[in-house]
């Protein structure tokens, strides 16, 4: 094995101090080193609290960038952290390999083969790992000192790099000490992350970036399972208000007699039931945010309310003749039309143009292209954690069927489909003995996802078929069945003539009448409408 060309070093060094985007980076960098040593894989993880986030791979399938490892649980990359030096592993150790059936070379658990690590380390605290291994045992076994040496010194050096690009362009206000801290409770919660890298989600994290430091009033606007939940408390963990609540409150789930005591609070004998003083979500959220999911579900009589709230940020609780003043943010989010609603009378126009001070649209994931993968590799590695499994991964071809479906219900969906079949997976009857390491999620686990143009290779086919078909011609007489009635049977017309023509897929006909995939169905089952599926064998 010879020692690292002074060529590539150079190269570099010159990426290092060039004006790079960090996957260009990234990938010359393992470029270079797979250059100098021969391996198989090689993968860049950065080190964010107590979890491994892989930034660039070569080697791997691609659903790993959406992993995130817990180091404590992956024994070679625990060894590797505690380390200041590379670490060579034994050909044949015992402990278990993180990328066990994820190597591109090699289908299922991986063989006799060698794995060594460099820890990456700035100012003796580590920032990230860097891996490499190779189907052929002991390859590593040779390797001149100070080849090991100067790869871990420009490893150290591109992520560094990168790191504090992105401190200063994300975060040019505050300390890195804070950022650190920021990103670390994000990544502590559940969902704490916005995955994804494609062109619709760049676009959202940066608009994200421009009005978290801001307080102007936000709404997000996008379909039902979308994530607007986490674009909100996003919002909230990069604002400046991040060290205050975050009080979150669904419209839609509050009876409509008590909307206004949970927003403002109540004084006790305010009403029946009112048996002592309550304090309101708006006084809760003081000096922080407050998240008001559904907002389009809030009856008139209250957003004149809501309206005087955001404008003078006074509340009056029920029952109390004085105001007082409260320090809040608002966030607001919707799956509904607001616009649409305007117009028909249904939510006020001046607390509409108050809400939308910054609107943001999260888009639907049939929007963000390669992202399904990357949400897919990070929802199996939560289902690995709370299974108990060695590890587990997708068969080929199910991540090309999963790129073919709209998802309607979106990330949601996505998630829910790769919890069943992973639990179908690791309960598979066909799972012997020796491969209950190594869980492999089939097409046959994932079943028929209704509208896949792929349909064709799943596990079984349906046809719809609509209960009450409905003539395309019909003509209603408003005066003999009334107006209310003929705009019902109109309605009724118009959805059951577009699940035909689009063989039941209620996302082709939502998208063909110009309304979302919910709205639709709840207006279908208030009209009655129902479909039948039939499968074929």
């Known amino acids: 094995m010879t020692n690292i060309p002074y060529t590539s070093l150079i190269e570099l060094a010159i990426d290092l101090s060039s004006g790079l985007i960090n996957e260009d980076r990234f990938?010359?960098?393992?470029?270079?080193?797979?250059?100098?040593?021969?391996?198989?894989?090689?993968?860049?993880?950065?080190?964010?609290?107590?979890?491994?986030?892989?930034?660039?791979?070569?080697?791997?399938?691609?659903?790993?960038?959406?992993?995130?490892?817990?180091?404590?649980e992956h024994p070679r990359f625990q060894k590797i952290a505690q380390s200041t030096t590379p670490v060579r592993f034994e050909s044949n150790s015992p402990l278990p390999d993180p990328y066990d059936g994820l190597l591109l070379a090699m289908e299922g658990d991986l063989p006799v083969h060698s794995c060594m690590g460099f820890p990456l380390l700035f100012?003796?605290?580590?920032?990230?790992?860097?891996?490499?291994d190779s189907?052929?045992?002991?390859?590593?076994?040779?390797?001149?000192?100070?080849?090991?040496?100067?790869?871990?010194?420009?490893s150290a050096a591109t992520l560094k790099t990168a790191l504090t690009l992105d401190l200063l362009e994300q975060h040019a206000s505050h300390s890195r000490q804070l950022v650190a801290e920021l990103t670390h409770e994000a990544l502590i919660k559940d969902g704490g992350e916005i995955i994804g890298n494609s062109p619709a989600m760049n676009k959202l994290k940066k608009e994200i970036q421009i009005v978290a430091q801001s307080n102007f009033t936000a709404l997000i606007s996008g379909e039902t399972g979308v994530g607007k939940e986490l674009v909100a408390r996003t919002l909230h963990q990069q604002s400046s208000r991040s060290e205050g609540p975050l009080v979150y409150v669904n419209c839609a789930a509050l009876p409509e007699n008590l909307i206004e005591s949970e927003l403002f609070g109540h004084r006790r004998g305010a009403f029946t039931g009112a048996n002592e003083n309550r304090s309101g979500k708006f006084t809760i959220a003081d000096g922080g945010t407050l998240f008001l999911d559904e907002i389009g579900e809030i009856p008139l009589a209250v957003q004149s309310k809501l309206l005087r709230a955001l404008q003078s940020q006074e509340i009056q609780a029920v029952g109390q003749d004085k105001t007082h003043t409260v320090d809040v943010r608002i966030i607001a989010a919707t799956n509904r039309n607001l616009v649409k609603e305007v117009e028909a009378g249904h939510f006020r126009s001046d607390l509409f143009h108050r809400l939308t001070a910054y609107p943001i649209h999260v888009p639907a994931l049939r929007e963000r292209g390669n992202d399904t993968a990357l949400l897919a590799g990070y929802f199996i590695e939560q289902i690995r954690r709370r299974l108990g499994i060695q590890q587990i991964k997708f068969a080929p071809e199910v991540t090309q069927y999963l790129k073919h479906y709209d998802w309607p219900g979106n990330v949601r969906e996505l998630e829910h489909t790769i919890n069943r079949a992973a639990l179908k997976a690791n309960n598979s009857p066909l799972l012997s003995a020796l491969e209950k390491g190594l869980v492999t999620i089939e097409l046959s686990h994932i079943g028929q996802l209704v509208g896949n143009s792929e349909s064709d290779s799943g596990p079984e086919q349906t046809t719809v078929a609509p209960l009450s078909p409905i003539e395309p011609n019909l003509i209603f007489s408003a005066s003999e069945i009334g107006i209310k009635s003929a705009?019902?049977?109109?309605?009724?017309?118009?959805?059951?003539?577009?699940?035909?023509?689009?063989?039941?897929?209620?996302?082709?006909a939502a998208r063909q009448l110009k309304t979302d995939r919910a709205n639709l169905s709840r207006m279908a089952k208030r009209l009655g409408i129902n479909i039948i599926k039939t499968v074929q064998h």
């Open 135 to 154: 189907l052929t045992p002991n390859s590593f076994d040779d390797i001149p000192q100070r080849t090991l040496d100067v790869i871990s010194a420009m």
């Open 123 to 132: 100012e003796d605290s580590l920032i990230g790992l860097l891996t490499l």
């Open 27 to 72: 990938e010359r960098l393992l470029t270079t080193v797979r250059k100098t040593i021969s391996c198989d894989a090689v993968v860049l993880l950065a080190r964010q609290g107590e979890q491994l986030k892989p930034l660039a791979l070569q080697g791997l399938s691609s659903e790993t960038l959406g992993r995130r490892f817990e180091i404590n």
């Open 487 to 508: 705009t019902e049977e109109f309605q009724r017309q118009l959805i059951s003539n577009a699940l035909n023509q689009h063989q039941g897929n209620w996302s082709a």
